[in-house]
């Protein structure tokens, strides 16, 4: 009976590696905030297992392909349920951000074989999928972009549903503690320069 509960135990834990464990994204690099994961989502008869990693170029461990200029690299990747009763998926979608502040706005082959590549027109966070390619059992290419911003839970749009708690760059990252104290002292010393005028 014991041995029993052990095989159990063992079968359980490689179970959970396995769900956790990312098929096809490189381990990311960025400190120890949890940026590497999936997200799932299943409604309307949409079903897709969301894939995404945040990669630090400056930082040790960086085994990812370098994407246009900036420190940070954000990839995504689709995967497709397999199963003929739910629809294809049309698009994927980042809204809200400041594109002005990325650059390689784009795709890369994951080197696995059978992706499927999405259109982008390098100016917006927007890719899209022919109906007829990205269908039950199949997944993207690599959706990728850079940026200067680390990391905050956004949102994205699946064909054309929305949903949030996603890594997306920090459109306005808050002020480091420094900046906000020197702020803090400047406004201290005008407010007893007028009060002596």
Not at 132 to 159: K, Q
Request: with cysteine; proline share 5%; charged share 15%.
């Amino acid at each position: 009976m014991k041995k029993l509960f052990v095989l159990l135990a063992i079968i359980a834990g490689v179970s959970c590696a396995n769900a956790t464990t990312l098929t096809y994204l490189p381990e990311s690099n960025y400190g120890s905030d949890g940026w590497q994961g999936s997200k799932y989502y299943n409604e309307d008869n949409i079903y897709a297992k969301i894939e995404y990693a945040v990669y630090d170029t400056l930082s040790d461990g960086f085994e990812f392909v370098t994407v246009g200029t900036g420190r940070y690299i954000y990839a995504y990747q689709i995967f497709t349920s397999g199963d003929t009763g739910y629809t294809s998926i049309a698009s994927f979608n980042i809204p809200g951000i400041n594109t002005t502040n990325l650059s390689g706005i784009g795709t890369e082959d994951d080197l696995q074989g059978g992706a499927i590549l999405a259109d982008n027109d390098g100016a917006t966070l927007l890719w899209s999928f022919d109906a007829d390619t990205l269908v039950d059992g199949t997944r993207s290419f690599y959706l990728v972009f850079s940026s200067n911003s680390g990391p905050v839970a956004g949102t994205y749009v699946i064909a054309p549903h929305e949903t949030d708690d996603f890594p997306t760059p920090d459109d306005n990252p808050v002020p480091e503690p420094m900046t906000v104290m020197f702020v803090a002292l400047g406004a201290v010393g005008l407010v007893r320069k007028f009060k002596r005028s």
